[in-house]
Every structure is written in C-alpha cells, then in structure tokens.
T-cell receptor, first 114, second 115 residues
Framework: GENVEQHPSTLSVQEGDSAVIKCTYS??????FPWYKQELGKGPQLIID?????GEKKDQRIAVTLNKTAKHFSLHITETQPEDSAVYFC?????????????FGQGTTLQVKP | GAVVSQHPSWVICKSGTSVKIECRSL??????MFWYRQFPKQSLMLMAT?????????EQGVEKDKFLINHASLTLSTLTVTSAHPEDSSFYIC???????????FGPGTRLTVL
C-alpha cells in the first residue's frame, strides 16, 4: 500500500516569507496529488492539486511541484499571511484503483507570525 | 467547489448510547463516499468506503457492527456509532467523490464526545 511522509511536521515563518512542505510517497502508480488545508475544528479543504502529466501548477500564492521520478511533490506558499496558519496534508492516490482511497500524510502545522 | 455538509457539528452523549451523523452533498451527486476519524493532533484515518447500492468496505481494525454506515442515496449517507464509549470520542469527517472525478470534497466534521 501507499506510504506517505510529510516534512517538516511543523513550520514557523514570518509573515511575508515563503513556506515549502514536501510530501514523499511510495506508490509509483500514484497519479493524483492534492494538498489539503485544515483549520482548527474544521474539515480539510482542497487548496491545490496536480496530476502526473504536469510538473508544476500555480494558483496565485500557492504552487505545487511534482517530481515523479523521485516520488515526491511539494507545496509552496509565497508571501505568507497569518490566515495561512493551519495544518496542511498531502494525500497522493492512484485513480485507476477505483477506490478513491486517500492515504494522508502526517500533516504539517504551519504558523505564520505577524 | 462542491459543498458537503455534516450534521450535527458536535454532539455529547453518554457511554452506551448510539449517535447518528449525517453527511450530505448539497450540489452534486456522489456514488462514492468515505468516513474518516481524526484524533487530536493526528492525521485523518480512513474508516470505511461505500458505494451507493452496495455495502461499505471497512478498513482493518474498524468494527463494522459498531460503526454502521448507510449510503441512503447519492446525496445522503449516515454513520451511526453504536454503544459509544469514551474511546470513540473523536472528530468524524465524511468526504464524497463525485462520479467520474478524482477530487474528494470533505464535510466540516462532527466532534463526538462520549462521557
């Protein structure tokens, strides 16, 4: 089965700085790579995703890069703001599995200091 | 994006009672839905997967007779925690996978506290 690891587990940055979170996975057949943001007491929200035929995707201050050879993908947040403070999860999966079963990373707690 | 609701948002119950949690898709139909459990400061752990019209598939270690899942329709599913005990206290989150897509949409979660 899929083995997913996220690094770092906690990340503290000053407002305006950039933050990068890395997710390593084991299943080479994984082809869908989402990042979720979870605020305290709420469900996860999809913030960006990428598919295996693309190497990078950007949406305003958020970007995701994928290295299929090395089996890792990263979340990049630029010009961080206090409202970016949350727990971020990666959850790579193989759509051909027909199960939709997501295996979540351990999560990264991002703290943006004003 | 797609909207998924859960009800109730939080519930407190006595040990030994049963609690039902509803998960609704508000603007789309989904043949597949998932129930997750999340303990404090931990990641989401999948409990079960169900497809409309078939029985749920439970993950290893999850008791199917304790966590009853009813995939009532393409827009409603329920999780019933039977004979709840304090160790069942957790944050329960549902997600739904619209047909033909690979993007899951999560509900806001239900905080269950068993006294």
């Amino acid at each position: 089965g899929e083995n997913v690891e996220q690094h770092p587990s906690t990340l503290s940055v000053q407002e305006g700085d950039s933050a990068v979170i890395k997710c390593t996975y084991s299943d080479s057949a994984s082809n869908y790579f989402p990042w979720y943001k979870q605020e305290l007491g709420k469900g996860p929200q999809l913030i960006i995703d990428i598919r295996s035929n693309v190497g990078e995707k950007k949406d305003q201050r958020i970007a995701v890069t994928l290295n299929k050879t090395a089996k890792h993908f990263s979340l990049h947040i630029t010009e961080t703001q206090p409202e970016d403070s949350a727990v971020y999860f990666c959850a790579p999966w193989r759509s051909s599995s027909n199960t939709g079963k997501l295996i979540f990373g351990q999560g990264t707690t991002l703290q943006v200091k004003p | 994006g797609a909207v998924v609701s859960q009800h109730p948002s939080w519930v407190i119950c006595k040990s030994g009672t049963s609690v039902k949690i509803e998960c609704r898709s508000l603007d789309f139909q989904a043949t597949t839905m998932f129930w997750y459990r999340q303990f404090p400061k931990q990641s989401l752990m999948l409990m079960a997967t169900s497809n409309e019209g078939s029985k749920a598939t439970y993950e290893q270690g999850v008791e199917k007779d304790k966590f009853l899942i009813n995939h009532a329709s393409l827009t409603l599913s329920t999780l019933t925690v039977t004979s709840a005990h304090p160790e069942d206290s957790s944050f329960y989150i549902c997600s739904r996978l619209p047909a033909g897509t690979d993007t899951q949409y999560f509900g806001p979660g239900t905080r269950l506290t068993v006294l």
